[in-house]
Each structure stands twice: as C-alpha cells, then as structure tokens.
C-alpha cells in the first residue's frame, strides 16, 4: 500500500516537470513566482556521496569491532563494548543531530577555518556514528554463527589465528555482514532529523565542506508549509518515491551479489 500510494502521488509531479528536467536539474526553487525550477540533481548527489562516505567510515569500523567482539575480545571487555553499542542504538537521532550541531560543526568551521561548519562533512561524521550499532550488532551474529568446526579445521591446517579469521571465518559470514551493510545503508540514506541540524540544509551541488540538503531533508524542511494540491507538494512526494527506488535498488543489487558469490562459492 505504501508503494501504490507513494508512486500515484509521485507520479503527477514528474509528468508535469519532465522526467530529465527532475532528475538531473540543477536548481531547486519551488517557490519562486517567476521563475520556479525542481531539479533534484543536488538532492540526488548529495545522498549518494552523504551515504557512500557514511559507508565507506562505519563499515569497517563497524566491522572490525564485530570481529573483536566476536573473536578476540575478553568477556569483561566484550560486555563493556555491548552496553556502549546498545547505548548508541538507543540515542534518538535528533540528539545525534544536537550534538553534532554543538560539537561537531564549530569543531569543522575552526579547524578549516571555514564560514560555516555545517557541511557535507559534518553530515557524513554523524550518519557513520549512526550505522554503527547495526553493523556491529549484525556482523556479530553472524561471525557467531560460524560452525566453530571451519576455525578449527583451519587453525588444525596450520593458519594462524587472524588468518582462520579473515579467510574463513569472514568469507563464512557474507550474507550476514552483507545484511548489516544493507541496514547501515538504509538508516543513512534515509535518516533526516539528525542530518537536517548538521548539513546546512541548503540546495547545493555536493561539496565536503559546502553546506547541502538531502532528499529526506527536501521533504523533511519544506512538506510543512508547501500547500495541498501545489507542485511543490508533489514534487516532494515525487522525491520520496525517487528515495524508496533508490533502496529498493540497493537491495536488489546486494541482494543479486551476494547471490552470485554464493554460486561461484
């Protein structure tokens, strides 16, 4: 029902504007009486390098503290890191955004001695925090699963310990640590809140340190003043349906990926 409803209030706005002049159009101005443009372009870019950087952060990370947690840590230890990560998990997303706005923006604005810290930056420091009770949560379980019979027959073959680890005990956990991306993908790309109070939320083409707007804080900072029935008003559904293809596609992708690894396997 959410897709039925999201693609007829999606659709109107695209006919309207024009497939290539929504998409790849530059200029966002709904609300300009003369000369009103809904290109979502920078939106789009936005998303991808907000979310691909958040990634590219907190998935090894993340990773890497499952592979402790699971492998090497001592319980004690083990049990001090679980609390810190579900106490993460728990944190409401706007006091991530609190923070980050209080600590993490001037702390970019002084240290590149920049106008204004709120920036694509900021955004991707925050988004990749944010992933990380996911990702670690996941891959764990999955390294857990691991049948200890594979670990013991490679450490018996001669391999070290952090070799039985990489080469058997990761490729072994695939599908589940493949999950947990997909999850911090989903959370990044759809998280708002938090972003809004950290990026600047200003209609930019992409830059690292230039402040930019999502497409879920598109919808997030202008649904509540643009009017019933109007264009802008559509087009904001037009860009959430643009968001729910975009996941959709990121799971068919890895989904199809880990699919082949496994027939290759």
Same mark, same amino acid.
């Given at each position: 029902? =959410? ?36 290109? &979502?372009?920078?939106? %789009?870019?936005?998303? %991808? ?12 990370? @993340?990773?890497? !503290? ?14 001090? &890191? ?25 702390? &970019? ?7 204004? @810290? /709120?920036? +694509?930056? /900021?955004?991707? &420091? ?8 996911? %990702? ?20 018996? +073959? ?13 490729? /072994?956990?695939?599908?589940?640590? /493949? !999950?947990?991306?997909?999850?911090? #993908? ?14 600047? *939320?200003?209609? *930019? ?11 879920? !804080? ?28 975009? =996941?959709?596609?990121? *799971? #068919?992708?890895? *989904?199809?990926? %880990? ?7």
């Amino acid at each position: 029902l =959410i897709s039925i409803y999201l693609i007829i209030s999606g659709i109107p706005a695209i006919r309207e504007v024009g497939l290539v002049d929504f998409l790849f159009g530059q200029r966002w101005a709904p609300t300009n009486k003369t000369d009103p443009a809904y290109g &979502i372009l920078p939106f %789009i870019l936005t998303s %991808i390098y907000g979310t691909a950087g958040a990634v590219l952060v907190g998935v090894p990370v @993340g990773l890497m !503290t499952a592979i402790y947690l699971s492998k090497c840590a001592p319980p004690k230890v083990a049990a001090v &890191i679980h609390t810190a990560v579900e106490l993460l998990a728990g944190i409401p997303s706007v006091v991530y955004g609190l923070v980050g706005m209080i600590v993490l923006v001037p702390a &970019i604005r002084k240290l590149f001695d920049l106008s204004s @810290g /709120a920036s +694509l930056l /900021a955004a991707i &420091i925050v988004l990749a925090i944010m992933i990380l009770p996911s %990702i670690i949560n996941v891959s764990e379980n999955a390294l857990n699963a691991v049948p200890k019979e594979y670990e013991e027959a490679s450490l018996a +073959l001669g391999a070290t310990k952090i070799e039985t680890i990489f080469k058997v005990s990761l490729p /072994a956990a695939r599908s589940g640590v /493949a !999950t947990a991306v997909v999850l911090g #993908v989903g959370r990044a790309i759809g998280e708002a809140m938090a972003i809004i109070m950290v990026s600047g *939320n200003v209609a *930019n083409m992409p830059g690292l340190f230039t402040s930019v707007r999502f497409l879920t !804080t598109a919808i997030a900072s202008e649904m509540s003043y643009a009017a019933a029935g109007s264009l802008q008003r559509q087009a904001l559904f037009s860009i959430g349906l643009v968001l729910f293809l975009f =996941i959709m596609l990121i *799971n #068919v992708v890895l *989904n199809v990926f %880990i699919k082949n690894k496994k027939e290759g396997a």
